[in-house]
């Protein structure tokens, strides 16, 4: 292994409230990640030795030197980018480019909202929505700095940032300038925020949620069903890749890379040793305050 990320999703398998738990006895943690081609068995000719590789789909066990697995179970990735973008390109950039093409059929001009900008997924979300000519409308956090991490969005691509005490107000729209009202609202913490989201939906708009940062629920009122005729969907990468997706997602994790290498698409990591692999989990828990995705280098 070359290099693995710690995802929210592979703290809420180590703590056991996640769907699918990994077999135990003798789990090894980490589910995306890169690796590098050291030996062979005899009868593979798919591979060759020193090809970067990952688990594709993704599988338990990253978080460790060595892995053995059948040649099928590996994705042969480009070598000329830096090794922690295919690393941490399964998931969270997968997610937001499914999501974008999935639930609503966007054309250049249509808008968009989200919240957890800041995040890969809405750092991916912002840009890939850029490449197509659609707008983006983003909510962050109040917290300190998120006048540095507005900025931040904007240089990649976004259109408006609002924090949350911003947005939470009646008039919403008057926030919104010429943007026209967004058709889909993409939904990772729940609470306020995502009931903010459905507000500001257009007629008949759509509000995915793949994520609960913030642990409440999604909570609707009776007139965004009725009046608004607004629908509510999920999304979970896991399940869309466990059908019969694994071929499709292979080539959408290229085209992915290929827009790294272009660099038209980017996003904010941390990178960490694998020898200090205590202080990236304590950063990954919230232990040190916001910090951007942790990324273990062996």
Same mark, same amino acid.
């Given at each position: 292994?070359?290099?693995?990320?710690?995802?929210?999703?592979?703290?809420?398998?180590?703590?056991?409230?996640?769907?699918?738990?990994?077999?135990?006895?003798?789990?090894?943690?980490?589910?995306?990640?890169l690796g590098q081609v050291h030996a062979l068995g005899p009868a593979v000719d798919s591979l060759s030795v020193g090809d970067w590789v990952i688990p594709s789909p993704p599988s338990f066990g990253t978080w460790q030197t060595?892995?053995?697995?059948?040649?099928?179970?590996?994705?042969?990735?480009?070598?000329?980018?830096?090794?922690?973008?295919?690393?941490?390109?399964?998931?969270? =950039?997968?997610?937001? *480019?499914?999501?974008?093409?999935?639930? +609503?059929?966007?054309?250049?001009?249509?808008? #968009?909202? /989200?919240? $957890?900008?800041?995040?890969?997924?809405?750092?991916?979300?912002?840009?890939?929505?850029?490449?197509?000519?659609?707008?983006?409308?983003?909510?962050?956090?109040?917290?300190?700095?998120?006048?540095?991490?507005?900025?931040?969005?904007?240089?990649?691509?976004?259109?408006?940032?609002?924090?949350?005490?911003?947005?939470?107000?009646?008039?919403?729209?008057?926030?919104?300038?010429?943007?026209?009202? =967004?058709?889909?609202? *993409?939904?990772?913490?729940?609470?306020? +925020?995502?009931?903010?989201?459905?507000?500001? #939906?257009? /007629?008949? $708009?759509?509000?995915?949620?793949?994520?609960?940062?913030?642990?409440?629920?999604?909570?609707?009122?009776?007139?965004?069903?009725?009046?608004?005729?607004?629908?509510?969907?999920?999304?979970?990468?896991?399940?869309?890749?466990?059908?019969?997706?694994?071929?499709?997602?292979?080539k959408m994790i290229d085209y992915l890379l290929d827009l790294v290498r272009k660099g038209e698409l980017k996003y904010e990591m941390e990178l960490t040793p694998f020898s200090d692999f205590r202080l990236a989990l304590d950063?990954?828990?919230?232990?040190?305050?916001?910090?951007?995705?942790?990324?273990?280098?062996?």
């Open positions: 292994m070359l290099a693995a990320p710690i995802n929210p999703s592979d703290l809420n398998r180590i703590e056991g409230v996640y769907p699918v738990r990994p077999p135990l006895p003798g789990a090894v943690a980490g589910y995306e990640g060595y892995i053995v697995k059948p040649a099928t179970a590996w994705h042969r990735v480009r070598a000329d980018v830096p090794p922690y973008y295919p690393a941490t390109i399964t998931i969270n =950039p997968l997610t937001a *480019l499914r999501m974008l093409r999935d639930f +609503v059929n966007l054309t250049p001009g249509d808008s #968009l909202v /989200q919240n $957890g900008a800041t995040s890969i997924v809405g750092q991916c979300v912002i840009q890939l929505a850029k490449l197509h000519g659609l707008h983006t409308i983003n909510i962050i956090r109040d917290r300190p700095g998120s006048e540095e991490a507005k900025d931040k969005l904007k240089q990649l691509g976004a259109d408006q940032v609002f924090t949350e005490s911003q947005i939470d107000i009646k008039n919403i729209k008057t926030l919104l300038g010429a943007l026209p009202e =967004p058709t889909l609202g *993409l939904n990772c913490v729940g609470g306020n +925020v995502a009931s903010v989201i459905l507000k500001i #939906l257009r /007629q008949g $708009g759509t509000m995915v949620t793949y994520g609960g940062m913030s642990k409440k629920p999604v909570t609707v009122s009776t007139s965004s069903f009725i009046f608004k005729d607004l629908s509510l969907k999920g999304f979970w990468l896991q399940k869309w890749m466990s059908s019969d997706k694994a071929e499709e997602s292979r950063k990954a828990l919230g232990k040190h305050g916001s910090q951007p995705k942790q990324v273990l280098m062996f």
